[in-house]
């Protein structure tokens, strides 16, 4: 098993209503040796942003109270957060064009490989 510095492990933040999704996703990465957090709304991703300071955010875009875009947009306008990278991770196919065209996007049902090369290629 290969060890991992600590002091270097990315942190990433899952935005995502379903608990499934949040449990598949987490065992993936934490099996990489990131760091993980969750929140079930674009709420409470914002306040997650600021207590955990991830280094990449993944984020749904259908979520109750607050959605994906929602979230998104306010994150622009906060100096702290406008940087960090996000990744759409959305149930509806071919509807980034909605979004942002520079995030990438990563299908449901999720694709393990597609959705690691894509993590690692924003993180490098």
């Given at each position: 098993?290969e060890?991992?510095?600590?002091?270097?492990?990315?942190?990433?933040?899952?935005v995502e209503?379903?608990?499934?999704?949040?449990?598949?996703?987490r065992?993936?990465?934490?099996?990489?040796?990131?760091?993980?957090?969750?929140?079930?709304?674009?709420?409470?991703?914002?306040?997650?942003?600021?207590?955990?300071?991830?280094?990449?955010?993944?984020?749904?875009?259908?979520?109750?109270?607050?959605?994906?875009?929602?979230?998104?947009r306010?994150?622009?306008?906060?100096?702290e957060?406008?940087?960090?990278?996000v990744?759409?991770?959305?149930?509806?196919?071919g509807?980034?064009?909605?979004?942002?065209?520079?995030?990438?996007?990563?299908?449901?049902?999720?694709?393990?490989?597609?959705?690691v090369?894509?993590?690692?290629?924003?993180?490098?």
């Amino acid at each position: 098993m290969e060890m991992v510095n600590h002091m270097d492990q990315k942190k990433i933040l899952i935005v995502e209503d379903e608990p499934d999704v949040i449990e598949f996703i987490r065992d993936i990465l934490t099996d990489k040796g990131y760091t993980v957090e969750a929140a079930t709304d674009g709420n409470e991703g914002l306040e997650k942003i600021s207590a955990f300071n991830p280094d990449l955010i993944l984020l749904d875009i259908q979520m109750p109270n607050e959605t994906g875009i929602g979230m998104y947009r306010r994150m622009l306008r906060e100096d702290e957060k406008k940087d960090i990278p996000v990744m759409v991770v959305s149930g509806m196919p071919g509807m980034n064009w909605t979004f942002n065209a520079k995030i990438p996007v990563v299908d449901k049902p999720i694709d393990e490989k597609k959705l690691v090369s894509q993590i690692e290629r924003l993180l490098n």
